[in-house]
């Protein structure tokens, strides 16, 4: 077995390369940074609290209940990073090539389906359950990670997605209130590598044992039809109006791995030790509050989603690759608005906005050098619905949504620890670019 020379620390890069493949992952997830469904990229996410979907485990598991029908739901998202810097003067670039930053696509599959399952028990009560899962590179990639130093700046909230799974479930405690609660499922891996090596990089005797345990995060949902609970559904001065409740409990990807060496003759047993910790596809606490209002043929939604970023702070300083960078981040409030038209029995239109202020705080991180900026967000799609389609038997929806993401500018200064690096910062720089959202599902209610 041939590896690179150990002043290099390649028993390390084995262990990283055996363990994930490599890509540009991010802090963050699908549901997050784009919207899981088409309805929830169209609306910016504004109405996705009060989206009956399988998207809905994610966003607001107790809306499983609001549709009685079941569904099998099979997706498509893909996002166009065009995310760029241009240089405000300082020393030459360092290992950067071209201004762009990361071009490198997001591309998940979707699967998702929701039953009743009150058929499986003596109640006649309904209980809803409801799963969704994302692989990235169109079903190619599951763990999309990586974890690095950057001397040329690298995007803090884009990359590849890491797998997305959610599955939860729902059902009606009072008139009009509806309760849900799901999990949030990532994956923590760990990495042991033992082996006898000489000088050049070779070894022998090695021993590889690579695991990864699922962690499991909690995401509560609760939403109230006024005019059900108040009124009982006649005619009430609350009629159209829902508000809704979600909780969603952090989670993160992270990574240990562990490599041991021993070179005869120049470090004997038990050998030199290197470990390494780090994380990556974090999400913080987020709490969401929305209403809405519902006509015959329209309805609009705002919701306001608190993330609380703050935390991941104390995250970094246990991230032996990150924890020189001294990141801090501040938490954030989302305004999200949101309104679809129903033109016809077949024809829906769904558009939405949202202004997302950055987490990341400070100029500089030393090595790390993240970039990210405040970013608006414009969607708009269409759902068309087949009630009697050829072949099948069941109603099928057809639905698109696209969203474009505006990225503002923001300065940085790019600092190294690099003994070559004379200065520092050796170089400003400003953020420039843009995210475009393609997202694609077809649906059959059963």
């Not at 290992?95 to 058929?119: E, W, Y």
């Not at 995401?219 to 109006?241: M, R």
């Not at 069941?394 to 993401?405: A, C, E, I, K, N």
Request: hydrophobic residues 35%; negative net charge.
């Amino acid at each position: 077995m041939k590896m690179p020379s150990f002043r290099h620390a390649g028993l390390t890069s084995l262990a990283f390369i055996a363990l994930t493949p490599t890509a540009m992952a991010n802090m963050g997830n699908i549901g997050t940074n784009y919207g899981v469904l088409p309805g929830d990229v169209a609306s910016a996410q504004a109405l996705s609290l009060f989206n009956s979907d399988v998207s809905a485990t994610y966003y607001n598991p107790a809306y499983l209940a609001h549709d009685e029908r079941g569904e099998l739901t099979l997706g498509l998202l893909h996002a166009d990073h065009d995310l760029r810097i241009s240089s405000q003067g300082g020393a030459a670039p360092l290992g950067r090539s071209s201004d762009v930053i990361q071009d490198t696509p997001a591309q998940q599959t979707l699967i998702g389906m929701k039953t009743n399952l009150s058929s499986l028990t003596k109640s006649e009560h309904p209980i809803y359950f409801g799963f969704i899962a994302g692989v990235e590179k169109y079903g190619e990639e599951m763990l999309a990670f990586n974890s690095s130093t950057s001397n040329s700046g690298q995007y803090f909230s884009y990359g590849r997605q890491p797998l997305f799974l959610n599955l939860g479930g729902a059902t009606e405690v009072l008139r009009g209130i509806d309760v849900g609660l799901s999990a949030r499922v990532t994956l923590h891996a760990d990495a042991e590598l033992y082996a006898y090596t000489d000088l050049q990089g070779n070894t022998s005797l090695e021993n590889l044992n690579v695991s990864a345990k699922p962690s499991i995060r909690p995401i509560f949902g609760l939403n109230v039809n006024w005019a059900e609970t108040f009124c009982g559904g006649g005619d009430c001065l609350f009629d159209g109006i829902e508000t809704a409740l979600s909780f969603r409990g952090h989670s993160n990807t992270n990574t240990k791995v562990e490599a041991t060496t021993i070179i005869p003759g120049t470090i004997p047993s038990p050998g030199l030790n290197l470990a390494i910790a780090t994380l990556d596809a974090y999400q913080p606490d987020i709490t969401a509050l929305g209403i809405q209002y519902r006509s015959d043929r329209w309805r609009l939604g705002l919701t306001l989603e608190y993330q609380a970023w703050s935390d991941l702070s104390d995250e970094f300083e246990s991230d032996t690759i990150k924890d020189q960078a001294n990141l801090n981040f501040q938490d954030v409030l989302i305004p999200r608005l949101g309104g679809e038209f129903r033109v016809n029995d077949m024809l829906t239109l769904t558009g939405g906005v949202a202004f997302q202020e950055s987490p990341l705080e400070g100029k500089r991180s030393l090595d790390v050098n993240y970039l990210d900026a405040d970013r608006t967000l414009i969607g708009l799609g269409a759902t068309l619905e087949l009630r009697d389609p050829p072949v099948l038997a069941y109603p099928l929806s057809l639905s698109f949504g696209y969203q474009y993401q505006m990225i503002d500018e923001r300065d940085f200064e790019l600092t190294s620890t690099d003994p070559m690096v004379p200065v520092n910062p050796y170089e400003t720089v400003t953020t420039e670019g843009d995210v475009s959202v393609f997202s694609g599902s077809m649906t059959m209610k059963f």
